[in-house]
């Protein structure tokens, strides 16, 4: 039997909805299935992911592996399949999306005729129904998440992060494993440590995966919520490892406690914090209308960009708290 040149390592929980449309875009790519092995980590699902992954297994039960996460977060999952691998590629994926055909030769290609430690692709995002169609434009937007490139200009170059990542074996044993402290931004705290010691990222605009956001405002909040919380969580045990970009939602929410309380005692502040959330509403409009997928879009958007940006502030004020706990 032929060696596998490329392990593909997913991270799942809970994916009956989405795993079979990844799977499927996986058996389309160009790259030969001989040549791959796929690792499947499970984080100890109790929907029909399982059956579903057993089936797919059986008809190609020399490529898919099924493990078990007891510790049910990605950087485990990620380190489990990394260390049962055999390939000189390893490509970490993410069952919410689905992939283009040349997906896996791409980032083969990339990581041969680049010096990149981690190459990565684009992001479009996709969704289901009226509201995550307007959540899909919410997280495409620089309003909604800043300088992101892989999600907003896709322009090829180094980068700072990308979107899961492809990487040389070797990259692992240079750099170290996921840190299994994070159970939220592991990749960015994995791209951040590789280019603090001298490697670099690079993003290619012509690999491309589609990824499934949440349909519903609560699944978006909760979502944003958790991110705000977990950034001021990996700042303190990975100082540097988040952007700026990650703190302007805390920023936000803490200058409307303080304009708040302030213009309560003393009218200048008062002015400030109308000024203040005037302009938050005037780009709220205007990116709204330019983002929206269609005009019957852009209400909901005018709605959904102050709780997304609310719920991230929120998150990080309560992992600020937690700050001191962990």
Known sequence: ME????????????????????????????????????????????????????????RYPQLIQILHNPHKT??????IGIENSVGRYIIRL????????????????????TDADNVGGVIETKSKGYMGTAIAGIVSSKFGVGNSQFRTSGKNGYVDTVPFGAF?????????????????????????????NGGKIFLANDINLSYYCRDSLSGICKMAFGNGKWTLITSKFCPGTMGLRHF?????????????????????????????IGLYLLLDILFSIKDAKGVKYILPMILIFPCFHISYGIGSLVGLAKWFFV
């Open 168 to 196: 040389r074996r070797e990259v692992f044993e240079k750099y170290g494993g996921y840190d299994v402290r994070l159970t939220r931004n592991q990749d960015n705290e994995l791209n951040y440590r590789i280019r603090k």
């Open 74 to 79: 990605v950087p485990y999952a990620m380190n």
């Open 248 to 276: 302007i939602p805390f920023i936000f929410v803490l200058s409307l406690i303080a304009g708040l309380a302030l213009s309560l005692f003393f009218a200048p502040v008062r002015w400030l914090f109308l000024a203040e």
């Open 94 to 113: 993410d069952a919410h999306s689905e992939y283009a055909d040349d997906y896996f030769s791409k980032c083969v290609h990339y990581l041969d005729t």
């Open 3 to 58: 060696q596998p040149q490329v392990s593909v390592v997913i991270p799942l929980y809970n994916e009956e909805e989405h795993i079979a449309g990844c799977l499927d875009s996986m058996l389309r790519q160009d790259f030969p299935l001989a040549q791959m092995e796929w690792l499947f980590v499970d984080g100890g699902s109790s929907d029909r992911t399982i059956s579903i992954l057993e089936s797919y297994r059986s």
